[in-house]
């Protein structure tokens, strides 16, 4: 056994008395994700799927629950409010019902019911999430409501890594033809270091639609490990679109099932890494059954000495006939000491499919900053536009115009451009 | 007046490498202000080369010659400057660049040139304003305004494109490259009309065209032809009419 899963048994063996909540069964699935992580260790570096994550910032993580807050942050400290779109605010993993609109039919905190424990590969630090996890929110919505549903949950981090991390959990489960839109953020409160373990669980039943928005803008000192897991049954759709631009070391494990003939899997994938940062994506699609579509967009800015990874790996089962997965993966060099991996990855068990992909690592296109030289513009600012026009293929496919124009803003605010904000 | 004072643009026995093979050799070419000149000749003699070079693109290597633009050493300077001091290159294949705004591009690019001149920038309304006005001489549609620099634009689109930042921007020499190639008849008319509404005693414009058909509409005041990289004839419009009928094939066989 590592050093590092003694620290982790020991931290689980004194937050007992904090972990008690969601009666025996939860208190039983807590102890069940332990002893699998136990079992399965943390991944090191050596591990094949986990060589561009930075797990050496774990040393100085303490596994214990970070205490509640006392104080909850300023609404003004937030992301400013989406009209008509009802927020629902966790600090540290729990949940601050003073800071979120009400609960509602559908819409459900509760105290984490460990489940099953995960069961695809990698997902390692979704059993430390079961393990140490708090409250949880649960979202549940049927064909009855009217309108589709538009949420928005923000997992706030405040506490330093020292003294315990953060464990947000989220699970989404969307009945035949029911429609969510969901906005998950991830942001700092302080400018405390924080260590966030979080855990996404989504089942889409036949015929649902899911418009799944997750943003990731926590602070430069701050370690995120997340896992995603979804279930896709027949015809359902799921739009997931990430932008990831901040913490200091960000890994995100997607563990995606396209498990329903005709299911729509669209990843939008946008990462912007400066400074030291590094940013990692791991996804693992898997296509299970007959005729379902994967469509896979990366873009990923590396500057500065930053690391910006992804990695997608699009498994066809035997029985998979007739899928159609796409993958454009592109990392942008922005730095001379930057670093970009990109790696398409294809395990195809049978003839009947078509999937394709590209994959680009490079500098600005020539031709394209001649152009724009060419019109008088100086060299730095037709760079940060070519940036800017480098992320567009994701950045397009968010369709909720207020949170794109926030999205738009917080990636002008990375790339250090004030005069970018008047492309908005 | 003097010859310096009313020189645009004076080439003096140029020669460009590209990847070390050499595309022009010994250019000589002199372009007074308000003149019209057309360059003409082979696919391959040099013509886009030479468009390139004078717009500062990198890749070609200047071995020999001189290049002077309005009395300074072209090519001393990076592009961008050449462009704030009102130098223009119309693309042959307009560069598309998805999530660039064209209007952002057009202002940027007024921008620039005003800094120059010690002048703030341009106001956002009135801008817009006269991006109709000139949008409208190119027969352009309002949903360009929203749209990215010259994404999913059709070939004609393109071009239109290109004449219309050289009416925003209201350079002192426009070098024109291949503007005319893939245009019907009805978007060269529109073009031509672009580029005529541009013609001033104080503006030059070069025309790099494969085909005399420009020639109709957007009459030179020179024609030159080019052949393996330097001017084998020049003329006055009677040439452009001449190569229509007998082809490149009689003045590169004189050339040789």
Redesign the interface.
């Known amino acids: 056994m590592s050093t590092l899963t003694d620290r982790i048994a020991q931290d689980f063996a004194s937050s007992a008395p904090v972990l008690q909540g969601g009666g025996q069964a939860a208190v039983l699935g807590r102890r069940r994700a332990l002893d699998a992580l136990e079992a399965k260790g943390l991944p090191s570096s050596r591990d094949e799927n986990w060589k561009y994550a930075n797990l050496r910032s774990l040393e100085r993580a303490r596994f214990v629950p970070a205490p509640p807050v006392e104080t909850l942050p300023a609404a003004a400290e937030l992301p400013p409010a989406l009209p008509g779109i009802a927020r629902y605010v966790f600090v540290d993993g729990h949940f601050a019902p003073a800071a979120s609109a009400a609960l509602r039919a559908g819409v459900v905190s509760r105290t984490v019911q460990a489940g099953d424990g995960a069961t695809m590969a990698d997902e390692r630090f979704a059993l430390l999430n079961q393990a140490f996890a708090t409250d949880g929110l649960i979202i549940e919505v049927d064909e009855t409501h009217a309108r589709p549903l538009q949420l928005e949950v923000l997992f706030v981090a405040s506490a330093v890594a020292e003294n315990g991390g953060s464990y947000p959990r989220l699970e989404v489960r969307l009945h035949p033809r029911a429609q969510l839109t969901l906005i998950e953020r991830h942001l700092s409160a302080t400018p405390a270091g924080s260590f966030i373990t979080s855990a996404v669980e989504v089942e889409a039943a036949a015929g649902a639609h899911l418009e799944h928005y997750r943003l990731q803008e926590l602070n430069a000192r701050s370690i995120l490990f997340d896992t995603l897991s979804a279930r896709l049954a027949a015809e359902a759709v799921y739009r997931l679109h990430l932008i990831g631009t901040g913490a200091q070391s960000a890994r995100s494990t997607l563990a995606l099932r396209l498990a329903g003939e005709r299911a729509e899997l669209s990843l939008a994938v946008a990462t912007l890494g400066a400074r030291q940062q590094v940013q990692d994506t791991y996804a693992v699609v898997e296509h299970a059954v007959a005729n379902a579509r994967t469509a896979q967009t990366f873009r990923g800015i590396a500057a500065d000495r930053a690391r910006v990874a992804f990695n997608g790996k699009i498994i066809v089962l035997p029985g998979a006939h007739g899928t159609d997965s796409r993958q454009s993966l592109r990392g942008l060099l922005a730095g001379p000491e930057a670093e970009i991996d990109v790696r398409p990855q294809l395990e195809i068990y049978n003839d009947d499919v078509r999937c394709s992909h590209g994959a680009t690592a490079g500098k600005l296109d020539d031709a394209m900053l001649f152009y724009l030289l060419s019109r008088g513009l100086d060299r730095a600012t037709a760079q940060r536009l070519l940036k800017w026009a480098f992320l567009e293929d994701v950045i397009s496919q968010v369709t909720l115009a207020p949170l794109r124009r926030q999205i738009e803003e917080r990636l002008a605010g990375q790339l250090h451009d004030e005069a970018l904000r008047e492309l908005l | 007046m003097g010859e310096r004072e009313s020189s645009m643009l004076s080439i003096k026995g140029l020669s460009v490498t590209v990847d070390g093979k050499p595309i022009i050799n010994g250019l000589n070419l002199e372009v007074g202000a308000g003149e019209v000149h057309a360059i003409m000749g082979p696919n391959g003699s040099g013509k886009s080369t030479l468009a390139y070079v004078l ?4 890749g070609y290597t200047v071995t020999a010659g001189t290049v002077h633009y309005l009395g300074q050493d072209l090519l001393a300077l ?3 400057e ?3 001091r009102g130098l ?2 119309g ?1 042959q294949y ?2 598309e ?5 064209n209007v ?2 057009l202002k ?2 007024v921008n ?2 005003r800094t120059v001149h010690g002048l703030p920038e341009v106001d956002a309304f009135d801008f817009l304003g006269l991006v109709r006005e000139k949008m409208k001489l190119m027969h352009m549609e309002d949903s360009f305004l929203s749209r ?2 010259n994404e999913g634009f059709s070939g004609g689109e393109k071009k239109r494109n290109e004449i219309l ?1 050289m009416l925003v ?1 209201e350079p002192r020499l426009a070098i024109l490259d291949e503007t005319d190639s893939g245009l019907d008849i009805d978007a060269l008319k529109v073009v031509a009309a672009g580029v005529n509404s541009q013609r001033a005693p104080d503006r030059s414009c070069v025309l790099v065209t494969h085909y005399q058909r420009l020639l109709e509409y957007v009459v030179p005041d020179y024609v030159h032809v080019l052949v393996r990289g330097r001017i084998a004839r020049s003329g006055d419009r009677t040439l452009a009419l001449e190569l229509e009928r007998r082809g490149y094939d009689f003045i590169a066989g004189e050339a040789a």
């Not at chain 2, 717009?55 to 990198?58: I, K, S």
């Not at chain 2, 660049?97 to 705004?101: E, H, T």
């Open positions: 717009a500062g693109r990198p990076p592009p961008e050449r462009a704030r223009f290159l693309f307009p560069v660049i998805p999530g660039v705004n952002y591009l940027a690019a620039a040139v990215a620099v930042q921007l």
